[in-house]
């Protein structure tokens, strides 16, 4: 009677798991909820800037800015460069900066001041990084840059589309969760009465782009995915691409989880490509 009993105590919170998965799958499968096409498509290319386009989230949004029409030029500041970013500059539409001090932008006034939009990938893991590395990092470098952008930018509506994460709070009791959330407040605070917009993206799993995933990631992104709690990184570099094209619908403060995230990548493909670059 017991190894019954004892398979009956480990299989039920399985059982329990995987019904509750089936259910949130098919959830997702009649949710058809979607974005609405454009009105009008501006019919002049932007020009955008990167930063933090080495890492995993950045290196599929450049991928995904690299692919479209909407945008003309990419602006890469970065401390080092990537194979992409060298395939970028030899296409003509990337220029590359090297940059490493991220609290002083005095260096690349030039750069940043008639780009349209700013995609900010910036970021570090927690491990073996104190709270205050880890806030001036996710606070002081981005709140840094935009008082400079803002003083130099010769246009007359940007935008800043900032990194966040999902299930962040204030009174959080871990560390990394208060401060992504103390950065939203200070770059949402700065913009406000401005010509400048701060959007922000709240992912929970970002795959990389499928050449550079392993198998570990893949799994992770594959079993997220259908639930809605995982997007590719280049998803998110298409979410951004089709919100600054959107302009004025955005409001700054605004801040867009993973379905949301995916919905306007959607919106994005549709305007553009039947295959998914991802």
Do not use: C
Not at 113 to 127: E, L, N, Q
Not at 134 to 160: C, L, R, T
């Amino acid at each position: 009677m017991k190894l019954p009993r004892l398979k009956t105590v480990l299989l039920t919170p399985l059982v329990l798991f995987a019904a509750i998965y089936v259910v949130l799958v098919v959830v997702v499968l009649l949710d058809d909820r979607t974005v609405e096409p454009l009105s009008e498509i501006p019919d002049h290319p932007i020009t955008i800037a990167i930063f933090g386009a080495s890492g995993t989230a950045g290196d599929g949004i450049l991928k995904a800015a690299l692919a479209s029409p909407d945008i003309e030029k990419i602006h890469v500041i970065t401390r080092r460069s990537t194979a992409r970013m060298e395939a970028g500059m030899t296409s003509g539409k990337l220029k590359l900066t090297l940059h490493t001090d991220y609290l002083d932008y005095a260096a690349i006034t030039e750069q940043i001041a008639a780009v349209d939009a700013v995609y900010w990938a910036i970021g570090t893991s927690t491990f073996g990084v104190d709270e205050k590395t880890y806030g001036m990092i996710h606070v002081d470098f981005p709140m840094q840059f935009v008082a400079a952008w803002s003083s130099v930018s010769e246009k007359p509506n940007i935008s800043f589309h900032y990194i966040s994460s999902s299930d962040i709070s204030a009174d959080s009791s871990a560390m990394w969760a208060r401060e992504k959330v103390r950065a939203e407040n200070s770059l949402f605070e700065f913009a406000e009465g401005s010509n400048l917009r701060v959007i922000a993206y709240r992912p929970d799993y970002i795959g990389p782009t499928k050449e550079e995933a392993h198998l570990g990631q893949n799994l992770l992104y594959w079993f997220f995915a259908p639930v809605r709690s995982a997007v590719r990184a280049t998803q998110i570099g298409q979410a951004m691409i089709e919100v600054t094209i959107r302009g004025s619908e955005f409001r700054n403060g605004d801040k867009l989880g993973t379905g949301k995230i995916i919905r306007y990548s959607e919106a994005y493909d549709r305007r553009h490509q039947p295959e998914s670059i991802n």
